[in-house]
């Protein structure tokens, strides 16, 4: 995973804008994001600008290493007008990289919304995280119920996922970052001064 924490409502926006955009999903800006939470609709419950999604919850918070190659394949030569390749340097080097990854077996959302429209957008998924061209993170079944507790903004007295500071009534100042509290994550501009996944809080 890229980040620390995975977002349920992120995965599901991620999934509509597939639906939304078919194959042209892959031309939308990377270096200018669009305020796509102002306008898509996705059925979760949403206070402010803050969904009801809690971040995944794994079933262990062990983390591995491993390490990736990528090597020029000759066989490409045959597809390159060129007959020399630099694999010291360039588009085709060779690297080696070290990642982390979990080895977890299921991550779970808690989320506030229309069952069945969540159940359907989620059904679609097929990896979480990084590395998905080369199998990293294969979803290999969903379950998806419902629950008597709302456990998607604050779960046991504890910040189920990023809320912003001023929402909250009470909260454990040590928790407090500055992070992005809606979707896209990677938005500097949907930055805000929160408590993170884990901090002691109430609304």
Known sequence: MG?????????????????????????LPAKQPWPISDWLALPLRRTGDVSHSSV????????????LYKRFAEDDRLRLKMTKV????GKFRD?????????????TFHMNGDLGEVRRVLSTVAHLGKKAAIGG?????????????DRSLVADGKAAREIPCE????????YM????????????????????PGGVCSL
């Open 137 to 149: 993170g294969e979803v290999v079944g969903l379950e998806v119920s419902a629950i008597d507790e």
């Open 56 to 67: 995944g919850l794994l079933d262990n918070d062990l983390l591995k290493t491993t390490t």
């Open 3 to 27: 980040d620390r924490w995975y977002h349920g409502d992120s995965l599901i926006a991620v999934q509509l804008m597939h639906e939304l955009l078919g194959d042209h999903f892959h031309d």
């Open 167 to 174: 929402m909250l009534k009470s909260y454990d100042p040590s």
């Open 95 to 107: 690297f080696m990289m070290k990642m982390p990854y979990s080895t977890t077996k299921t991550v």
């Open 86 to 89: 630099r694999k010291g340097s």
């Open 177 to 196: 970052m500055r992070r992005a509290y809606k979707f896209p994550y990677w938005d500097l501009g949907n930055v805000a001064l929160c408590i993170a």
